[in-house]
């Protein structure tokens, strides 16, 4: 199974390498901002606790996220691997998607982490947030506190990944083409024996 956490600053383009790369390589694509959008358009109370927490810039409760995830693997016991986008983004939730995948008998192949600079991250994000209507795009502030949330709690789970041989970082500047050429080369070049036989079958 081929299991690839998709990371990256606010706005780094997971989601938008998130959708080529589940083409690309026939997987299950999970968004954990994705799932909070839903809940916030739909009303639901998970939604509107949410809602507040993201417009501030904040990350969403560990157990709420973890929920989520729970529920959406679970739905898809046919899939033969996942793109996480967006998740992990704090050390607790890396240790239970790695108890959650555990339970499967399976384990996260690599992450993969665009590596884009702070400059580069806020001038996207105030370029969507002209278009998308996204309350958290919307002023420098609350993007100045996603930047930074970033770098205090999501950032060091990068050192959890290392330490397991998983971390694979790829320059996020460039065209959308070329990003995503990049990051086809490295998983392609995955070495985990499970994932090797399957590779075989991926036209490149
Ligand atoms: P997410 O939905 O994960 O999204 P993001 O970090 O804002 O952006 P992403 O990296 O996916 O960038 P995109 O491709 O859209 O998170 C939103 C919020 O939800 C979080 O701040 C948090 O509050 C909450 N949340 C989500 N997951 C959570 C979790 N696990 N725990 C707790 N809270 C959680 O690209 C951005 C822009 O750049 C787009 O406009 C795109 O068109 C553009 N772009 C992409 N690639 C480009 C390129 N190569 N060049 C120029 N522009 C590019």
Known sequence: MLNIVLFGGPGAGKGT???????????MHLSTGDMLRKEIASGSELGKIAGEIISN???APDELVIDMIREHIGQHPEAKG???DGFPRTQAQALALDKLLEEKDVQITAMVALDVSVDELTTRLLKRGEV???ADDQSIDVIHNRIEVYHQKTEPIID??????KYHPVDGLGSIEEIFNRLKQVILTLKPHAFQHSVQNYII
Request: proline letters at 0%; zero cysteines; glycine letters at 12%.
């Open 57 to 59: 810039g904040e990350l």
């Open 160 to 165: 959890y990944y290392r330490a397991q041989e």
């Open 132 to 134: 998308s209507g996204r």
């Open 82 to 84: 996942f793109i996480f």
């Open 17 to 27: 390498q998130a959708l080529l790369l589940t083409e690309k390589f026939g997987l």
